[in-house]
């Protein structure tokens, strides 16, 4: 996983609420065997016609936000199905971080396994974000994640919350995997013990 | 101190480590694996050398990509991607020596369907699987919740997931529910009122007299769509009735290890003075059968109600709501009852068990459907088997309906079973999202007794009229 340290990019806005992972990236691009690759198809039903040409209104498909590595979405973004094709789409196009007042709680888990920082902030701020979004290039976002802040075009800075580890993991590039290894031991333990417990499971 | 919530009770029995920070380490009893989800996951393993480390507690189903239609054990018979993807779960489970029901196996079905089914899901266990309606096995109350792909190997590899304890949240419906209201009506309802991340953050407990009243089967749907609510998971505590579902069951403790697993579970309740972070509470006989009207599940009205204005909404929502609208290409004060099916969906981990076909029989019996379409598709092949048993079957195929073999189908649509662009289908499966069910289809969800009864009229109709 790549380590994310600090962004200055261009933020594509995505006003709409509960944009749900079916449309972030559709079921027919499920059945594939790897993670990457999927890039071209994130959001494909809003970004391509029924014969796959590009809908230009589309705010991806628009010129200035060909290239943006932020979005600044709706409330409860990534709800719905646990699909971590969603975040493997959206690194795949270039999205490092997302921002917006709340996230569904699998999605939110599944971006800090692939290197994407989502930020929860109040509404009065993401609308501030929001607006510099819809400037695009005039308008970049700097996300700093060792000091928890969020900068705005104008210069405001916003902080923002976050779990210690996640961002220790997402700072360092960190695989979760190798770290729970290490705790090996207290795994056996805590399986003799359980065994002993409820030795019906 | 106060005391304890079952979540409490459960999460504390599963802590391997916990960190200063309040990371905890937490132990994963049974771990749910289908086709989709995992290939990236055993791929990690391979390429780093890992193994499964409790192949025991490990099961697998393909469920989502496989052809409900006969003769599906052919390969042949599966577009190419579902007969990869199929094919390396075949793989994976013999490579990795984990529990396994492939498609020819009369008990394949949807994972959340055959976990229970075959007592692989026992109260106070966590229970993962890469899927979001893992929440089902609340019902049993097991902690059980959909993880991520990267998850999923964390589990393959450590039998362990990193988790924060999330608030706790009650969910009480008091009093009965009223004729042809269902459990999938309380569950639409309540997220109507909550919305769908009114639950972020807690896992909910449901509880009250019309919970309690809910069969095993009831109690499934219920759980299965607190995800849709944005909780992390949802429980009911273990009764009398979970314990008559789960005994006899093919992987149930048996003998001694049923007494001690008995005494155990008996332990798994709320303390009286456990403490709630929210608490919220629906009169059972509020309840009426209902229907969504958008594309997203907190879009619920009563049967009886019109299609809402936009600007009825606050906020995000409005915007969302004329979306919704334009979409399902529906109008503002239009009758609920009004509104045109041209295809009817019964089955799913929301509604595909026994009692949903028998609910959705009764309505049936005798009487022809309305619809272009119609399509019954069993949970799993053992509830096919029951419901052919039963005479189900041929209640359904005499009406007219398709009587499928068992998978998610339509549900999210992976396979062949489709919307085509406008299509409007009854669905008793759990996401409205656009695309759902097909690029274009409108999806309209509802209680297996009520997509019924639209099968039969040709337009969403009030169960009630029928009975």
Known sequence: MDKFTTLTGIAAPMPLVNIDTDMIIPKQFLKTIKRSGLGVNLFDEMRYDQDGNEIPDFVLNKPQYREAQILVAGDNFGCGSSREHAPWALL????????????????????????????????????????????????????????QTVTASDGQTFAFELDSFKKHCLLNGLDDIGLTLEKAAAIDSFEVTAQQARPWV | MSGKTLYDKIFDAHVVHEAEDGTCLLYIDRHLVHEVTSPQAFEGLRMTGRTVRAPDKTIAVPDHNVPTTEGRENPEN?????????????????????????????????????????????????????????????????????IGTSEVEHVLATQTLIQKKSKNMKVEITGKLAPGVTAKDITLSVIGATGTAGGTGYVIEY?????????????????????????RAGLIAPDEKTFAYVQGR??????????????WWKTLFSDDDAHWDKVVTIRGEDIAPVVTWGTSPEDVLPITATVPAPDSFKGGKVGAAQRSLDYMGLEPGQKLT?????TVFIGSCTNGRIEDLRAAAAIVKGKKVAVKRAMVVPGSGLVRAQAEEEGLADI??????????????????????????????????????????????RTHLMSPAMAAAAALTGHLTDVRDLM
């Open chain 2, 338 to 342: 009004d509104i045109a099916i041209d």
């Open chain 2, 250 to 263: 093919p992987h149930a403790p048996k003998g001694a290890q049923w007494e001690a697993a008995l005494a």
């Open chain 1, 92 to 147: 795949d196009f270039g999205i490092r971080c997302v921002i917006s007042t709340s996230f569904a709680d699998i999605f939110y888990n599944n971006c800090f396994k692939n290197g994407i920082l989502p930020i929860t902030l109040p509404q009065e701020q993401v609308d501030i974000l929001m607006s510099d979004a819809e400037k695009g290039a005039n308008a970049r976002i700097t996300v700093d994640l060792e000091s």
């Open chain 2, 396 to 441: 359904f195929r005499d009406a007219g309906f398709e009587w499928r073999l068992a998978g998610c189908s339509m549900c999210l649509a992976m396979n062949p079973d489709q919307l085509q662009p406008g299509e409007r289908c009854a669905a008793t499966s759990n996401r409205n999202f656009e695309g759902r069910q097909g690029r274009g289809g």
């Open chain 2, 78 to 146: 599966m577009t190419e991607d579902s007969r990869i993807q199929v094919a390396a779960l075949d793989q994976n489970a013999r490579d990795f020596g984990i529990h396994y029901y492939p498609v020819s196996d009369v008990r394949q079905g949807i994972v959340h369907i055959v976990g229970p089914e075959q007592g692989w899901t026992l109260p106070g266990m966590t229970v993962v699987c890469g899927d979001s309606h893992t929440a089902t096995h609340g019902a049993f109350g097991a902690l059980a919740h959909g």
């Open chain 2, 207 to 231: 509880c009250g007299e019309a919970i309690r009243d809910l069969s095993m089967e009831g109690r499934m749907t219920v759980c299965n769509m607190a995800i849709e609510g944005g909780a």
